[in-house]
C-alpha cells in the first residue's frame, strides 16, 4: 500500500492511501482499517513530505559498510524546520563550501512504541521512503551531539515522495543522482545494522509515536552538490525522490 501525505485545498494536511482512481483518507495511523473521505485520483492529489509539525526524524552515522564503525548506532535528531518534500528546492546556504547529498530509506512509525525489541520493531513501523540528508560537511560532524549545524539548515531534511507499506527494508536497492548521473548504486543489505535492530535500538532511549522517521543511514558512495544540479533518490518500491539546487 502505497501512503501519503496529503494537502487540501483548505490547507489542511491528512494522511490518505493512494489508489489510482480512489485515494481514501486514513484518520489514523494507528488501524489503517479505519478510512474516512474519499479524496479523488492519487494524480489529483497535492502529495507533501511525509512528516506532521510534531514528528521526531531520526538520523543514523555510520550505519553503513566502508563507513565508521562503532559499537551501537551513533544517532542526531534533525530539526523539524529542516525538512521539505518531493519537488521543492534545497536551498545551499552562503558560506558553506562544500555540501554533500545523502540518500536513504526512513522507517515511518505507525503505532507508538518505547523500549522494544527487534522482534517486535516491524509490528511499529508504517511503512517505508526515501530520504536525502543533506549534509555541509566543512562544518563537521563530531560534536554537539545531537544537534549537528552541517545537517540543520533549512531545506537539508529531503523527504517522500510517498511512504510503502510493503517493503524490505534490508534488501532495497538506493540509487541517487545528479543531473541523469548515477552516483550511487547500492543495496540496503550493506548497513551494518538491520532495520528492526535500529528501530529497536532508538526505541531505548526515545518513545516514537505515529509519523516519527528513523533514516537508516547513507552508504559511501556521495558526491557534493552545486546550485543548478536535479538531485534524484531512488528506491526501488517507493519511487523518486526529486530536489533541485538553488543558491541561498
Known amino acids: 500500500m502505497r501512503i501519503a501525505r496529503i494537502r487540501l485545498g483548505t490547507g489542511e494536511e491528512v494522511w490518505a492511501g493512494l489508489d489510482p ?36 526524524v531520526v538520523c543514523l552515522l555510520g550505519n553503513w559498510k566502508g563507513r565508521d564503525g562503532r559499537d551501537g548506532p ?3 535528531v534533525k530539526p523539524n524546520s529542516s525538512l521539505i518534500g518531493d519537488g521543492e528546492d534545497i536551498v545551499l546556504p552562503g558560506g ?23 522482534r517486535e520493531a516491524r509490528a511499529h513501523v508504517l ?20 544537534f549537528l549545524p552541517g ?11 510517498v511512504v510503502e507499506t510493503e517493503l524490505d527494508p534490508d ?16 543495496v540496503t543489505s550493506r548497513m551494518n545494522w538491520s532495520s528492526d535492530e535500529v528501530v529497536s535500538w532508538v526505541s531505548r532511549f526515545m518513545t516514537l509515536r505515529p509519523g ?29 525522490l526529486r530536489n533541485r539546487v538553488v543558491a541561498g
Open 21 to 56: 482512481e480512489h485515494s481514501i483518507e486514513l484518520p489514523d495511523l494507528e488501524d489503517l482499517g479505519r478510512e474516512g473521505r474519499d479524496l479523488g485520483p492519487a494524480d489529483a492529489l497535492n502529495v507533501v513530505k511525509p512528516v506532521t509539525a510534531t514528528s521526531t
Open 74 to 76: 551513533s544517532f542526531f
Open 96 to 118: 558553506c563550501r562544500t555540501v554533500v547529498y545523502e540518500p536513504e530509506i526512513a522507517a515511518v512509525i505507525g503505532r507508538p512504541c518505547r523500549d522494544i525489541t527487534p
Open 127 to 146: 511503512g517505508w521512503t526515501c530520504v536525502n540528508d543533506v549534509t555541509a560537511t566543512d562544518l563537521g560532524l563530531s560534536t554537539n551531539f545531537p
Open 151 to 161: 545537517k540543520s539548515y533549512d531545506t537539508f531534511g529531503v523527504l517522500g515522495p
Open 171 to 186: 534488501g532495497t536497492a538506493l540509487r541517487a543522482r545528479i543531473n541523469g548521473r548515477v552516483v550511487t548504486d547500492t
Open 212 to 240: 516519527d522517521l528513523i533514516c537508516l543511514g547513507t552508504p559511501p558512495e556521495i558526491e557534493p552538490i552545486r546550485p543548478g544540479d536535479v538531485v534524484e533518490v531512488e528506491a526501488a518500491g517507493i519511487g523518486t
